[in-house]
């Protein structure tokens, strides 16, 4: 009878013990699971971010290729409006 009462006062307390282990496991699972959600929103605004820098990028380069086009439209007309100067041969 003791023997039984003593497994059922060792059944009992690991019981307890694997309530609260139990119940800090949930916890820890909880504290993961909204780290994770944090992380899977950083990730999404970073590549936002990552696609909007690309996009200026694209957009600068264009506007440097156009600028650099009308440049040169500019500059071609002036080059060829000189007059090409004649060397005189010397007899």
Do not use: Y
């Amino acid at each position: 009878m003791s023997l039984a009462l003593a497994a059922l006062l060792f059944v009992s307390g690991c019981g307890q013990q694997l309530k609260q282990e139990n119940e800090q496991l949930k916890g820890q699972v909880s504290t993961l699971t909204e780290e994770n959600n944090n992380l899977k929103n950083q990730v999404a605004t970073l590549q936002k971010d990552s696609e909007d820098l690309k996009s200026r990028v694209a957009s600068l380069t264009a506007e440097r290729d156009a600028a650099k086009l009308e440049l040169e439209a500019k500059s071609k007309p002036k080059a060829a409006a000189k007059p090409a100067k004649a060397k005189k041969k010397k007899k």
